[in-house]
């Protein structure tokens, strides 16, 4: 019994060490600003939830032994192709329109895993190329900010549930995960993407339709892109070109911090989205501490190589 | 040569024989690039039989089986499944058709756990245990990471999964080479059972002992054809062996070595390399042995025996476990292969790939070792630089019009760049792994010819083969490596493929009348 609680934290240790630094970071958030509120949870949420859900679109690929360099940019499509649809719309058109550009990031994520598949060019290479044409034709769809949303769409962001303490962000969040990651996790498939991430002949040799993981995997990284796309849309209420593109790297900064081994198979969702958190949470820190922003980005490279190396020496202190 | 048939036949019914057998290739080929590696292999393996498939390295053994399991699609030739024709898209195909094989690196995905790695690919845990229980393992922790259980676990739990998928064919693919001496019992014995429910076996192996415990035929394979089909159990050892070679049984290797060159004796000199009690990891258990200056030293060895880690840890790739290595009399301590090099030792590694600069060109290629000689630290001396770049391109006849990219050369070409890299930096020791692996002959016989002068110079080489009759050709004394220790030791002159083999498979020297 006790040896099971011990191998059930150890194997959880990622999670649950993100989950004691956040709260330590909200402890201290709290403490030097004694005013903290409903309003800054729901700010929190607003700010880190399209960054989680960026970084579950990376995991979803990197578990599978990938890597999706155009997470940012399809973001970036998702959110100027919603807005613009949606300027409009009523709230059932709405969702209409957002199932339309779930589907399109599941198809453009497919296309990155077909083309990483059939052509064998490196993974980098395809998404690097494809990111840039993602990130043109959310140009062409959108010249500079505009478009919008109805507010009953907004609201699925921007408001709260039940209580004021509990923003819609989160519940947005929560059920994203639920819904797009669950199914996949307690099902084969899921043991199936981290085979193939984990020992691509090995898991070819016991059976694994490893070239459809791999598409499965990048399709399933698109489909949480637009998922991120369309909660920038709900969260700012407008579309903007640029906006996505950041999302790359701090994903996969959120991914490295959320114990996913960029070598694929090993970590879990929970991890990489308590990281978003920490990361968003961290400049907000920042500003009230009322430190000079420019230090904000050096101070965050600074916690990112920090913690992947302390997670590193953990692992490495546990093995006799 | 007649299929061999032998009374073990009675054991089976009329019909059994008269079904067609449960797995069968016939005239499978298959070529990567220029080099054939199955001409035309057929194979037939019976319902409650354990067939053996035999060959030399390099003989297409691995080939022929990842085609029959779905791992590589065949160029032409046929599969049958219970007499059907059957094509394996992927080893979950062949799973499907009931082939299943048990492969020498455990197909297990190891950051999945042992319960992960079973429902991945279907198998009910319950039989699995159950199989792990006549291995002694019946209380292992399916719930531990597949990459925290050791090889021999591994290999078992791989071989339970296997199993509990109930196959037609069970393949295993030199499953013993992992497993301590009382595993391979209790595994021998679950292969037995199975054989006597009617289910078949082809088992893959370098021990002719165990192949002539355990099965009831052998198909051997000699350069990519299959060259027979014998009984091993009474006396077959013998023409297994000979089929391997091409040689009839008794008759002896078909040239006679030429005479060597007689050694220099009486020398004071230490030898350049003297290894004594060298172990590391778990193949290389205790090797010794010497090579005097101007000697060359052939080493034959099966694959898996312990050669590479030998040769990691004379080049300075790997930190020996116990053990003393000396060069040129000294103890030496090699803690990286620039400490190696430094006391004269140089390696020619078996993988090209990882000797030179693919891109870029022959010159830079041969002169890089040389630049801790001219002048590390100032402009490099070019004219003396090209002097000993052109003298041994001159001596190897390397074939310099594709010299701006090393990758653009030939194997053989790319290989004696290696050489020459060496023979103009200077040594003392050269190790050779497999240098002739996929060169072709003329380049071959050149690269004989250059290791033998390079012994009558003075220097010493150490030199690996796969193939055996190389040892003959090119060397002065032989020695063969078995489970990690050097089993025998003989001059280069009684050094035929035959007795070489004999002792590379961990059996005793024949008796005299027949050598």
Same mark, same amino acid.
């Given at each position: 019994m006790r040896e099971a609680l011990r191998r059930c934290l150890g194997r959880n240790a990622a999670p649950l060490g993100l989950a004691l630094l956040l709260a330590s970071f909200l402890g201290l958030t709290v403490a030097i600003h004694? &005013?903290?509120?409903a309003y800054d949870v729901q700010s929190l949420a607003l700010g880190a939830l399209p960054l989680a859900l960026a970084a579950a679109a990376e995991t979803a690929v990197v578990l599978a032994g990938g890597i999706d360099l155009s997470v940012g940019p399809l973001i970036a499509v998702a959110n100027v192709l919603s807005a613009r649809l949606m300027v409009h719309a009523g709230f059932a058109g709405a969702l209409g329109i957002a199932a339309l550009v779930l589907a399109a990031g599941v198809l453009a994520g497919a296309l990155n895993g077909l083309l990483v598949v059939v052509s064998r060019v490196a993974d980098v290479v395809v998404t690097l190329a494809t990111g840039f044409i993602w990130g043109g034709v959310a140009l062409l769809i959108l010249e500079k900010p505009g478009g919008g949303a109805p507010d009953a769409f907004q609201n699925l962001a921007t408001g709260t549930f039940?209580?004021?303490?509990?923003?819609n962000a989160l519940v947005f969040l929560a059920l994203a995960l639920a819904l797009g990651w669950g199914p996949v996790r307690a099902s084969r498939l899921g043991l199936g993407l981290r085979a193939t991430g984990s020992d691509r002949v090995a898991a070819f040799r016991s059976g694994v339709a490893v070239a459809r993981m791999q598409v499965i995997s990048y399709a399933l990284g698109g489909l949480f892109s637009a998922v991120g796309g369309l909660a920038l849309t709900a969260s700012t209420g407008i579309g903007s070109p640029?906006?996505?593109?950041?999302?790359t790297l701090s994903a996969i900064a959120a991914i490295v911090v959320g114990g996913v081994s960029l070598s694929g198979g090993r970590g879990g969702m929970i991890g990489p989205v308590l990281a978003a958190f920490i990361l968003t949470l961290v400049p907000t820190d920042l500003i009230f501490l009322a430190i =000079?922003? =420019?230090y904000g980005q050096v101070i965050q490279g600074t916690l990112i190589v920090a913690l992947v190396m302390g997670g590193g020496l953990a692992t490495a202190l546990r093995r006799p | 040569m007649e299929p061999f048939e032998t009374?073990?036949?009675?054991? $089976?019914?009329e019909s059994a024989v008269r079904a067609p057998p449960p797995l069968e290739a016939r005239a499978l080929a298959k070529r990567f690039g220029a080099v054939v590696a199955l001409g035309a292999a057929d194979l037939a393996v019976r319902a409650g039989e354990v067939h053996a498939l035999m060959g030399a390295n390099g003989a297409g053994k691995s080939t022929l089986v990842k085609m029959l399991t779905g791992a590589l699609r065949p160029d032409s030739g046929t599969i049958l499944i219970a007499g059907r024709p059957c094509s394996f898209a992927s080893p979950a195909a062949a799973r499907e058709a009931g082939v299943i094989s048990v492969y020498q690196d455990p197909a297990? +995905?190891?950051?999945?756990t042992i319960a992960e790695n079973l429902r991945l690919s279907g198998v009910p845990a319950g039989v699995v245990r159950g199989w792990l229980e006549r291995f002694?393992?019946? *209380? $292992?922790?399916?719930?531990?990471?597949?990459?925290?259980? &050791?090889l021999p676990t591994l290999r078992l739990v791989d071989l339970a999964r296997a199993l509990a998928s109930e196959p037609l064919v069970l393949v295993l693919d030199e499953?013993?080479?992992?497993?301590p001496a009382d595993l391979t019992r209790l595994v021998f014995d679950v292969v037995r059972e199975w054989r006597g429910r009617g289910r078949s076996v082809l088992f893959i192996s370098h021990r002719l002992a165990e192949v002539s415990m355990l099965c009831d035929r052998a198909t051997v394979l000699r350069d990519g054809v299959a060259v027979g089909v014998v *009984?091993?159990?009474?006396?077959?050892e013998e023409e297994i062996v000979a089929l391997m070679l091409g040689t009839?049984?008794?008759?002896?290797?078909?040239a006679p070595a030429p005479a060597q060159a007689a050694r220099r004796t009486g @020398? *004071? %000199?230490?030898?350049?390399l003297e290894v004594r009690g060298l172990r590391a990891g778990a193949l290389l258990a205790e090797v010794s042995l010497t090579v005097a200056p101007g000697e060359v030293l052939g080493l034959a060895a099966l694959e898996g025996q312990g050669q590479e880690m030998l040769f990691a840890c004379l080049a300075g790739l790997r930190r020996p476990e116990a053990g003393t290595i000396l060069a040129a009399g000294r103890a030496a301590r090699f803690r990286h292969p620039a400490d190696a090099i430094r006391a004269g030792v140089a390696l020619i590694p078996a993988d090209r790939l990882h000797a030179?600069?693919? &891109?870029?060109?022959v010159r830079e290629n041969i002169a890089l070792p040389m630049h801790r000689r001219l002048g %590390?630290?100032?402009?490099?001396a070019m004219r003396r630089e090209r002097a000993r770049v052109n003298e041994a391109v001159r001596r190897l006849e390397i074939?310099?019009? *594709?010299? &701006?990219? +090393? @990758?653009? #050369?030939?194997g053989g070409n790319q290989q004696k760049v290696v050489i020459a890299r060496w023979l103009a930096a200077g040594f003392r020791v050269l190790l050779c792994f497999d240098?002739?692996?996929?060169?072709?002959i003329g380049t071959k016989r050149q690269i004989y010819a250059l290791i033998r002068a390079l012994g009558e110079t003075g220097a010493a080489v150490l030199m690996f083969t796969s %193939? #055996?009759?190389e040892i003959a050709l090119s060397c002065d004394r032989a020695v063969v490596l078995f489970g990690g220790r050097i089993v025998a030791e003989m001059p280069a002159a009684e050094a035929d493929e035959e007795r070489l083999l004999r002792a590379a498979h961990g059996l005793a020297a024949r008796p005299e009348q027949a050598a």
């Open positions: 004694p &005013q903290f509120g039940g209580t004021r303490w509990l923003p640029l906006a996505g593109l950041y999302y =000079n922003p =420019n | 009374g073990k036949e009675i054991l $089976l019914t297990l +995905v190891p950051d999945l002694g393992f019946g *209380a $292992l922790d399916f719930a531990a990471f597949a990459r925290t259980l &050791q499953i013993t080479a992992a497993l *009984a091993p159990a009474r006396g077959g009839r049984p008794g008759a002896g290797a078909g @020398r *004071a %000199e230490p030898p350049a030179l600069l693919h &891109q870029r060109s %590390e630290w100032g402009p490099i074939d310099t019009r *594709a010299e &701006q990219e +090393v @990758r653009r #050369l030939s240098p002739t692996r996929g060169i072709d %193939e #055996l009759s």
